[in-house]
């Protein structure tokens, strides 16, 4: 059992899950810098960032127990997130048609 | 009364998590300012990517991250009432954290003494690209390591009120909030480490 169900409906993250998150982290980081070894040419920037994006979702959905939070906060995560993505898409819709 | 507990709970994690999406959004700025930068100097920012020795920031990314599981079991110790793991596993965390910052020390010298820092007679007579990409990389990685510092003291102070019993399975958000914040620091590196030492 992967989860167990707290007295106070708090979840508990059992030792063994995040051994197995840090583990598929660490492959993850050996596989971002063979990547970035091969030749991929504008490859390398897509390929490095998909697997920084895959690995920071690792992070807060386990580490950070985003996976187990209640509906507002995965909300807030979500617009903070899309923020962030409205700035640096417009900035490049910017700098692209200059 | 437990409904007004849970309340505060919920509003410690709330408020931990606000203050995480400011921190997003700051560092977010300076990773927006290196991509706007790398499409207007792309092969100045390639030729000081090539400066960068990999090893350090590689072994950084293995450092914080083991760093990182190690406070998230110690929240999970601490939920399933065994302080002293729990203890151990903070004091691992915060030892991960202080080699973060002797590797860092030891890259930041090494890169320092060939003659790449801010204003350098190297810099400042080289490319103009080259000379924002060290600026940026300076400014990133130290407002990171201020991140890494505080997180330290954080983390120490909750090390000391578990081992005085304050921080228990009964109560435990400080312990929750302080993990939370470093692993966003953690979180953070994830994406200086691939976009200074490999995509270039």
Known sequence: M????????????????????????????????????????????????????????????????????????????????????????????????? | MIQRDENRYAGAKLGIWLFL??????????????????????????????????????????????????????LTAVQLREQRKALIMLGATIFCAIIFLVNKYFEWSSEINSGFYPNSPRLATGPMGEALYFSLYYLTTGLHGLHVLIGIVLLTLVSVKVSHGTIHAGNYVLLENSALYWHLVDLIWIFIFPLYYLVL
Do not use: C
């Open chain 1, 2 to 98: 992967a989860l167990e169900k707290h007295e106070t409906g708090v979840h508990v993250i059992s030792y063994k899950v995040l051994m197995m998150v840090w583990l598929t982290l660490m492959i993850l980081t050996g596989l971002t810098v063979w990547v970035s070894r091969q030749d991929l040419g504008v490859g390398h920037i897509l390929g490095s960032l998909a697997i920084a994006v895959a690995k920071g979702g690792l992070v807060i959905a386990f580490f950070m127990h985003m996976s187990f939070e209640g509906r507002l906060l995965r909300w807030l995560l979500f617009v903070a997130l899309l923020t962030l993505a409205v700035f640096i898409g417009f900035t490049f819709f910017d700098l692209a048609y200059r």
């Open chain 2, 21 to 74: 999406f400011t921190e997003i959004l700051l560092f977010g700025g300076l990773f927006l300012l290196y991509a706007a930068y790398l499409s207007q100097y792309p092969h100045e920012f390639a030729s000081a990517g090539h400066e960068m020795q990999l090893a350090f920031g590689f072994a950084n990314t293995l450092v914080l991250i083991t760093s990182s599981m190690l406070a998230a079991m110690s």
